[in-house]
């Protein structure tokens, strides 16, 4: 069973530019959550993906947006950077099954991607 | 007032103490309480999961979750340099995002 993968591991980028990032979820789950983590702070939600749709946003704004492909794995894009949006970003799969509204606990997150905003 | 607030530290213990950390939630309809272990340079792996108000065990670790007075515990027996790391407690929220805490970073010295 593999875990969460996220690539590129660091990355170093110039205000305004425009960055992808990239996660393959764990094998098995269907989810994929996208999380911002501030140095010395909480994750903070970005949004969820469950079948390919937006399941789900936090207080992001629209030039944070999504992807997510069929074979689970996920695109998190963020246009004109901000120095502000330098932090870890963090992927998380799960399984969400029919019949439930929610994952509960099996959540699995990835080791991150490092952005750097100069 | 933040969904989460947890008590920043740091920490810093002796090996073999008991280690107490703590998070307070603002919304009395919160159900489903977590505390997650991060190391350097790693995402959040999870430790404890509980739901609703009561204690739960596993191993050295004790998660206590107190709903009338809105207060997340998470209680380390007999600490372990190994148990280094930062500790987030989180709360699952409609069913599809996580509430985090900011975090307390914990050393345990040998």
Redesign the interface.
């Known amino acids: 069973e593999t875990g969460v993968t996220q690539s590129p591991t660091h990355l170093i980028k110039t205000r305004g530019q425009q960055v992808t990032l990239r996660c393959s979820s764990q094998s098995g789950h269907n989810t994929v959550s996208w999380y911002q983590q501030a140095l010395g702070q909480g994750p903070q939600f970005i949004f969820q993906y469950y079948r390919e749709e937006e399941n789900g946003r936090g207080n992001f704004p629209p030039r944070f947006s999504g992807l997510q492909f069929p074979n689970y794995s996920s695109e998190l894009n963020v246009n004109a950077l901000e120095l502000d949006d330098s932090a870890l970003y963090l992927c998380a799969s799960s399984l969400l099954r029919q019949g439930f509204h929610h994952s509960t606990y099996g959540y699995t997150f990835g080791s991150g991607t490092r952005l750097t905003v100069v | 007032q933040k969904e ?1 607030e ?1 008590d920043p530290g740091p920490l810093s213990v002796p090996e073999g103490a008991i280690v107490s950390l703590n998070c307070t939630y603002s919304n009395s309809a919160f159900q ?1 309480f ?1 505390w ?1 272990r991060q190391y350097s ?6 430790l404890m ?1 509980t ?1 609703s108000s009561g204690n739960k065990e596993d191993g050295r670790f004790t998660a206590q979750v107190d709903k009338s007075s809105k207060y997340i515990s998470l209680f380390i027996r007999d600490s372990q340099p190994s148990d280094s790391a930062t500790y ?1 407690c ?1 709360i ?1 929220v ?10 307390t970073s914990l050393t345990v010295i040998p």
């Open positions: 989460v947890q489903y977590m997650y340079r790693k995402g959040p792996e999870l999961y739901y987030l989180a699952l409609g069913g599809n995002q996580f509430y985090f805490g900011t975090g």
